[in-house]
């Protein structure tokens, strides 16, 4: 029998256990980790709460979830409540399937003022994630600059410009939503350090901006190159630019009080602001051939009163586990970071790709853990780490208490949402009653 414990139950987590599950058949134990009693990582924590359709994925690793080879063990944390070193000794192979969940810091002064946070916490705290839900961003100023020109910024602008009611019926924690309610937020600057022809947003999340009740996207036909250049593009950025192209022409829509900016060629200097953020400084700039971006020598200050940096993430480190600080992910060769050690996801990549590209990034990294041959028999496996959770009064909850949490959640939905997340850990843990 083989053991395999996976650390992280987010996409990656569960691609390589439905992978584990086809390799290995019904000679297979796979344990499932997280910290958090809920499972799914970045589908409940990150894919933004008006994109339900992308969040039904949660339904296959459900499946997963409740084969009778597979376990979840929530609550439990390695690195705190039991070392990596130790989960080494009970399985087989141990599996990093934690994600990138630490954000970039942009290294420009000023960025530690209040009002300044990565898009991790940002989109944590509209998610509900627990540990974001007291984040309170400042939403009382007209300006918000969003830095970066990836999907997870277009994700920060767009739930920043709807409208409530375009909101209820997605599952935003209900504090986002109030708060939301509430906003004075009427400008949201998208900030690329370079132009459209390499910004990494896809198709349907710009054209989503077009369609909101109460915003309008605005991009300056100056920042557009000529388009004789679009031949060039692959199909997929030939798209997007044709949709900011569509914007430039139409202009902003004059009925919709709130505008999203396009501001490419804004590379941020500086935040400025002495209690909390007041504006962002850019330094303007241009793209070289070989698409870089280069200073122009001017300047611009565009007033602000929250700043949302969704310029990528970090893996944390794990003792135990070799890491490569400059690549923020753990070091590893294809998957393989030591012997039994291996990860996956973005642990293993960075923060690049779509849920669906870690189903063969996965299956690939179970590939390797099968060519490795049959492990000596003797390992604990499950016993032996619950044994030692035990002692340590650490309580591990199980999938029947997810089950618990989901269906409170469910019931307690606004009408027309899919449910209300409950966003404090103690509330969750108090609903967790079975054991693993
Ligand atoms: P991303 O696509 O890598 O975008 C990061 C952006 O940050 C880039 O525009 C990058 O600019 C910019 N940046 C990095 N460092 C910067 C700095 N110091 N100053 C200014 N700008 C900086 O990452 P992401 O948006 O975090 O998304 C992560 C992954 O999740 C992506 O693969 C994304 O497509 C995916 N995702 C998908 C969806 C969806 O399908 N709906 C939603 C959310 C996320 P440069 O290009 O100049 O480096």
Redesign the pocket.
Known sequence: MRQIAIIGSGPSGFYAAEAALKAFGEDVAVDILDRLPTPYGLIRA???PD?QS?KAVSRRYEAVAKDPRVRFIGNVEVGRDIALAELLGFYDDVVLAVGAPED?R??IPGEDLPGVFG?GAFVGWYNGHPDFAGLAPPLDRPGVAV?????????CARVLAKTTGELAGSDIAAHALAALERSAVRDVHI????GPY???F?L??VGELGELARATPVVRPEDLPDPAGDATLETGQRRVVEVLRRFAAAGPDPAKPVRIHFAFFH??SRILGSERVEGIEVALTRVDEAGN?IDTGETRIIPCGLVIA????RSLPLEGAAFDARGGRFANDDGRIAERLWCVGWAKRG????IGTNRPDGFAVIERIRAEGAPPAGRPGRAGLLAVLAERRVRPSSFADWEAIDRAEVAAARPGAPREKIVDIEALRALCGASV
């Open positions: 990150g894919v933004a994109h992308i970039r942009l290294g898009s830095i970066g020109n990836g999907n997870v910024a277009i994700d900030l690329g350090r370079r390499q910004a990494s896809t349907k999340e590379r941020p971006a969704a310029i990528g993430y923060p690049s790709g779509t």
